[in-house]
């Protein structure tokens, strides 16, 4: 099972923005040709389709795209491969925020 982290604000009292905006992120994002955005997630197992409705930040890591998802003013992402730590790091410093687990 993958680790699941949350890049957020709500850590820090002295932040006037403690959530993390849709458009703020929709701009953030947007300077990046290696991610792209998405309303939908979809999941394809062996025997069935799933997806899923929200606001996805979709990462294109060699063969793999990678959701960052924003949820109620913070981003998720699970660690399913080593070099999503070091990208969540990034993010989180840009935003100005921090990552806890869970």
């Keep these: 099972m993958n680790q699941r982290f949350r890049i957020t604000r709500s850590m820090q009292e002295n932040n006037v923005e403690q959530s993390i905006s849709l458009e703020e992120c929709k701009q953030y994002f ?11 997630l979809t999941i394809q197992g062996a025997d069935s389709i799933m997806s899923i409705d929200g606001d996805f930040f979709m990462w ?3 063969d ?14 699970a660690i399913s491969n080593d070099a ?3 990208k ?3 993010i989180a410093t840009d935003l100005r925020a921090d ?3 869970g």
């Design 60 to 62: 294109k890591l060699g």
């Design 99 to 101: 990552v806890v687990e």
């Design 64 to 77: 793999m795209e990678i959701p960052f998802r924003l949820y109620m003013g913070d981003l998720y992402v």
């Design 30 to 40: 947007a300077s990046s040709p290696d991610f792209s955005y998405s309303q939908v």
């Design 88 to 90: 969540m790091i990034q």
């Design 84 to 86: 999503i730590v070091p």
